[in-house]
């Protein structure tokens, strides 16, 4: 239990300071509110996949962030470290940003589901509507971006109402006063060579809608 503890602390620190990193000597009311979701996100018990999770990952980056990206749930790596994307769907992530002048730092980046389901498994739909009704559109409103990127089908689902992301990619959609475009999670490359093409292609949409926000 102890090892857990520190595991949060040490995760809720360095979220803490990429957080800061970007804020103003004088803390703003936002980026108050973000740590206190933060830490309510890292010892939340209010759906199933807490009892398996071994650290919740609420998400980093900067608080006023032009873009946010938001996958599906954390993998086996954001797991154990507390922190989004730190795995090879990260590393992919840096791939595709590479040579665009921005990178992960520029970006308010998290989940659907804060906690990993067991064996990797499809969120259940009470724990997605669980999760994205306590936090993350809260974390929405507070980071208030010009755009916002979904990385797969199910943060495409809840988001946009569709049921495929091929019906979402490709574009900007305006929604319900927001701007967002999707793709697929970074992990298809690993089955789908073809969908890693097209997510690059995707990103390069993220980049030219970049300069005009």
Request: overall charge positive; some cysteine.
């Amino acid at each position: 239990m102890r090892k857990i503890k520190e595991a949060i602390k040490e995760a809720a620190d360095e979220s803490k300071a990429v957080i800061e990193a970007a804020s103003s000597k004088a803390k703003s009311s936002r980026v108050k509110l973000l740590e206190e979701l933060d830490a309510k996100i890292r010892v939340c018990t209010a759906c199933p996949l807490h009892k398996s999770r071994t650290l919740a990952v609420p998400g980093e980056g900067k608080y006023n962030a032009k873009v946010m990206i938001i996958g599906e749930a954390p993998g086996r790596n954001e797991d154990l470290t507390g922190r989004p994307f730190v795995g090879s769907s990260g590393k992919f992530l840096d791939h595709v940003l590479d040579g665009s002048g921005f990178d992960r730092t520029d970006f308010f980046i998290t989940n659907i589901c804060k906690c990993r389901p067991p064996s990797n498994r499809t969120p259940k739909t009470h724990e997605i509507e669980t999760c994205t009704s306590l936090y993350l559109f809260n974390q929405i409103s507070l980071i208030n971006p010009g755009l916002i990127v979904l990385l797969g089908g199910v943060a495409v689902k809840r988001m946009l109402g569709l049921k495929t992301v091929e019906q979402a990619r490709g574009r900007i959609i305006e929604h319900e006063g927001q701007k967002f475009l999707a793709t697929y999670h970074p992990a298809v490359r690993f089955y789908r060579e073809d969908l890693a093409e097209k997510i690059k292609e995707d990103f390069d949409i993220l980049k030219a809608e970049m300069k005009n926000l």
